[in-house]
Nanobody, 114 residues
Framework: QVQLVESGGGLVQPGGSLRLSCAAS????????MGWYRQAPGKQRELVAI???????NYADSVKGRFTISRDNAENTVYLQMNSLKPEDTAVYYC????????WGQGTQVTVSS
């Protein structure tokens, strides 16, 4: 099993920044990707950003130019730097790890409000 521990969520004003972290531990024998998803109230969970082995990244159109995903390979940790936050970014953010199987973190709340 792989365990994912997320941190960094909180309350921030529009235009502010947050940095999310997700640390993976456990029986890690292979790595394919780690990514961030989010789910707003009443909405389906959606992809925010994902990073693959080798460093390729994908972003949702709504966050391009504002969010940056990165990975510390040695620590099996993925980060999401979120800048210029908007109220519509408010959601629970979930980390996902794909190796031999798919694993999800428990989520961290991000609230963007005045």
């Amino acid at each position: 099993q792989v365990q994912l521990v997320e941190s960094g969520g909180g309350l921030v004003q529009p235009g502010g920044s947050l940095r999310l972290s997700c640390a993976a531990s456990g029986s890690i024998f292979s790595f394919n990707s780690m990514g961030w998803y989010r789910q707003a109230p009443g909405k389906q969970r959606e992809l925010v950003a994902i990073i693959f082995t080798g460093g390729a990244v994908n972003y949702a159109d709504s966050v391009k130019g504002r969010f940056t995903i990165s990975r510390d390979n040695a620590e099996n940790t993925v980060y999401l730097q979120m800048n210029s936050l908007k109220p519509e970014d408010t959601a629970v953010y979930y980390c996902r790890f794909i190796g031999g199987a798919v694993y999800w973190g428990q989520g961290t709340q991000v609230t963007v409000s005045s």
